[in-house]
Each structure stands twice: as structure tokens, then as C-alpha cells.
Nanobody, 115 residues
Framework: QVQLVESGGGLVQPGGSLRLSCAAS????????MGWYRQAPGKQREFVAL???????NSADFVKGRFTISGDNAKNTVNLQMNSLKFEDTAMYYC?????????WGQGIQVTVSS
């Protein structure tokens, strides 16, 4: 099992920045990738960004140039630096760890962009 705890969310004005962190514990051996997803009210959960253990990254088009995913080599932490936040970035953000045959989710953290 892998336990994931997100932190760093909150309320920010449009154009502002937040840094989300996800701390992992438990059996993180053989984790292949770590990522962030989000779910806005009334919408389906969607992919935001992914970091593989080979240090390759992928991100959704709507966050390219604004959000950056990073992590430590021990896979204990994955971060999401969010800049130039927009109203439409308001959502619950979830951390996800993937291993062949299984995946793990955090409980989520709220990000609200409002003036």
C-alpha cells in the first residue's frame, strides 16, 4: 500500500501562484510514475501532469507553460508548481502514484482561484 497526502492548496487570486506537494509513504518500490489530476465541481476528473521515474514529464495542454511537475529521486514527494492561475483552475487536486497493476490516490486538496 501507498499513502499519499497532499498539501499546499488554498485560495489565490487570478494570476497568482501555488505550489502543491504530495508526500508518499508505505511501499513505494517499483512506482513507475507520479502525477496530478483535478476535478472541478460537476466535471469529471482530468489529467494535469505526470512525472515518470525516468524523469520524463507530460502535461495537459491547458497547463503547459504555467504548471510544472517535479519530484525527488526517492519518489517520496511529487510537487506541482502552478503559476498564472486562472479562474478555471479552481478544482480539487489529487496526487496519484502508479505501479504496474495498481495505482494509489490521495484524498485531494482544494485550489480556489478567485478575486
Amino acid at each position: 500500500q501507498v499513502q499519499l497526502v497532499e498539501s499546499g492548496g488554498g485560495l489565490v487570486q487570478p494570476g497568482g501562484s501555488l505550489r502543491l506537494s504530495c508526500a508518499a509513504s508505505g511501499n513505494i518500490f517499483n512506482i513507475n510514475a507520479m502525477g496530478w489530476y483535478r476535478q472541478a465541481p460537476g466535471k469529471q476528473r482530468e489529467f494535469v501532469a505526470l512525472l515518470s521515474t525516468r524523469a520524463t514529464t507530460n502535461s495537459a495542454d491547458f497547463v503547459k507553460g504555467r504548471f510544472t511537475i517535479s519530484g525527488d529521486n526517492a519518489k517520496n514527494t511529487v510537487n506541482l508548481q502552478m503559476n498564472s492561475l486562472k479562474f478555471e483552475d479552481t478544482a480539487m487536486y489529487y496526487c496519484r502514484y502508479l505501479r504496474q497493476g495498481s495505482d494509489y490516490w490521495g484524498q485531494g486538496i482544494q485550489v480556489t482561484v478567485s478575486s
